[in-house]
């Protein structure tokens, strides 16, 4: 689907599904795609190098052309216009470390999805300033698929979100033209007020761990053989992800952001029907048909709180929020899978460079 908007030359790093169905997203709508990954991830590389793009069903589907897909990031981003970093939390360093000294003047990267703290560890990883603005850089809250890979090349997508996707930029007075840059794409993605409500509102933190916890004896006897939603949500597990859910609307009220509650914001970009924490998952049309995962070493612990719930403990401490359910899960997490997420600061307001800032004082250096 080309649209009348003069084609950009996008780079996406990041090969696994997300990444992929970005790439196949701009290249259908007529841009110019190159795909990259490191050299540890080569199969869905070699496959959309061979056939020449990225075949996909569902929501979106079709064929989308790929300029380049390989493992050279000089050419991957050489003249792009618009970078896209597109992974787990856990490859933003990398992405942005491989990215240092290379670009260029006028380019902009979108971490995609930001996965609390993105743009800072992105900046701080590439060797730029938080109010670096040569280089432009966003996040944004949630990725905007339901996506899975269905064999290399190939991507079933469930859902493109409509809505409820925020972008943010750092600093965050250039949202808007990086939103204008990508709206024939995304015509649905929302600004923000900064990158701490893309952060806070990225509610992976807050299902994730609860639910894995929750059903950790079923996913180690079972090798994860149910649905995660439809048969892992209980209305007590509910209640549980509701405890984390409110601890993160109260960080985001003490920093002076909006944080939607997660089934209405759910509710709005199209996985769920209804605004509660029970059957609102079970019967989510986005989350139907979703697997649990094959074992507790997953990033739906590893990430989501060595990332995810680390970060938010941190930040509300430093702001003077309690978060004794968040603590909680982080500890339980720690027992079961026996490390300590704490100690290993994966991601906290030190390595972003705002601790022992006021909420105050974070606004102004985000703005």
Same mark, same amino acid.
């Given at each position: 689907?080309?649209?009348?908007?003069?084609?950009?030359?996008?780079?996406?790093?990041?090969?696994?599904?997300?990444?992929?169905?970005?790439?196949?997203?701009?290249?259908? @709508?007529? @841009?110019?795609?190159?795909?990259?990954?490191?050299?540890?991830?080569?199969?869905?590389?070699?496959?959309?190098?061979?056939?020449?793009?990225?075949?996909?069903?569902?929501?979106?589907?079709?064929?989308?052309?790929?300029?380049?897909?390989?493992?050279?990031?000089?050419?991957?981003?050489?003249?792009?216009?618009?970078?896209?970093?597109?992974?787990?939390?856990?490859?933003?360093?990398?992405?942005?470390?491989?990215?240092?000294?290379?670009?260029?003047?006028?380019?902009?990267?979108?971490?995609?999805?930001?996965?609390?703290?993105?743009?800072?560890?992105?900046?701080?990883?590439?060797?730029?300033?938080?109010?670096?603005?040569?280089?432009?850089?966003?996040?944004?809250?949630?990725?905007?698929?339901?996506?899975?890979?269905?064999?290399?090349?190939?991507?079933?997508?469930?859902?493109?979100?409509?809505?409820?996707?925020?972008?943010?930029?750092?600093?965050?007075?250039?949202?808007?033209?990086?939103?204008?840059?990508?709206?024939?794409?995304?015509?649905?993605?929302?600004?923000?007020?900064?990158?701490?409500?893309?952060?806070?509102?990225?509610?992976?933190?807050?299902?994730?761990?609860?639910?894995?916890?929750?059903?950790?004896?079923?996913?180690?006897?079972?090798?994860?053989?149910?649905?995660?939603?439809?048969?892992?949500?209980?209305?007590?597990?509910?209640?549980?992800?509701?405890?984390?859910?409110?601890?993160?609307?109260?960080?985001?009220?003490?920093?002076?952001?909006?944080?939607?509650?997660?089934?209405?914001?759910?509710?709005?970009?199209?996985?769920?029907?209804?605004?509660?924490?029970?059957?609102?998952?079970?019967?989510?049309?986005?989350?139907?048909?979703?697997?649990?995962?094959?074992?507790?070493?997953?990033?739906?612990? @590893?990430?989501?709180?060595?990332?995810?719930?680390?970060?938010?403990?941190?930040?509300?401490?430093?702001?003077?929020?309690?978060?004794?359910?968040?603590?909680?899960?982080?500890?339980?997490?720690?027992?079961?899978?026996?490390?300590?997420?704490?100690?290993?600061?994966?991601?906290?307001?030190?390595?972003?460079?705002?601790?022992?800032?006021?909420?105050?004082?974070?606004?102004?250096?985000?703005?």
């Amino acid at each position: 689907m080309k649209t009348g908007k003069q084609p950009l030359k996008i780079a996406v790093l990041g090969a696994g599904a997300g990444g992929t169905a970005v790439a196949f997203d701009f290249a259908t @709508h007529g @841009h110019v795609v190159r795909l990259f990954d490191f050299p540890q991830f080569p199969e869905n590389i070699d496959a959309v190098a061979h056939r020449g793009g990225i075949r996909a069903e569902g929501d979106i589907s079709g064929f989308g052309p790929v300029d380049y897909a390989g493992h050279d990031i000089d050419s991957t981003i050489e003249r792009t216009d618009l970078i896209f970093v597109v992974g787990p939390a856990y490859s933003t360093e990398p992405f942005g470390e491989a990215l240092a000294g290379k670009l260029q003047e006028g380019q902009t990267v979108i971490v995609s999805p930001g996965s609390c703290g993105g743009a800072l560890a992105f900046k701080r990883a590439a060797g730029l300033n938080v109010d670096d603005d040569t280089i432009r850089v966003a996040e944004t809250s949630t990725l905007h698929y339901a996506v899975r890979l269905l064999e290399p090349g190939k991507i079933r997508v469930f859902l493109k979100l409509k809505a409820g996707n925020l972008l943010a930029g750092l600093p965050a007075e250039q949202t808007g033209s990086i939103l204008k840059m990508i709206d024939d794409v995304y015509p649905g993605m929302e600004p923000a007020e900064n990158v701490l409500q893309t952060s806070l509102q990225n509610a992976n933190p807050i299902i994730h761990p609860a639910v894995t916890l929750s059903n950790a004896a079923r996913i180690e006897m079972t090798g994860g053989d149910f649905l995660f939603y439809e048969e892992g949500v209980s209305d007590s597990v509910g209640r549980l992800i509701e405890a984390l859910d409110q601890e993160r609307i109260a960080i985001g009220d003490a920093l002076g952001v909006t944080v939607l509650p997660d089934p209405e914001i759910g509710m709005r970009q199209g996985y769920m029907l209804e605004a509660n924490y029970g059957s609102g998952y079970r019967k989510a049309p986005g989350f139907k048909g979703i697997g649990a995962q094959p074992q507790l070493d997953h990033r739906y612990l @590893h990430e989501d709180v060595g990332y995810g719930l680390v970060f938010m403990s941190g930040l509300g401490a430093q702001i003077g929020v309690e978060t004794p359910a968040i603590d909680a899960v982080i500890k339980t997490a720690s027992i079961v899978m026996a490390r300590d997420y704490r100690a290993e600061t994966l991601r906290t307001p030190k390595t972003l460079g705002i601790a022992g800032q006021s909420a105050e004082e974070l606004q102004k250096l985000l703005q």
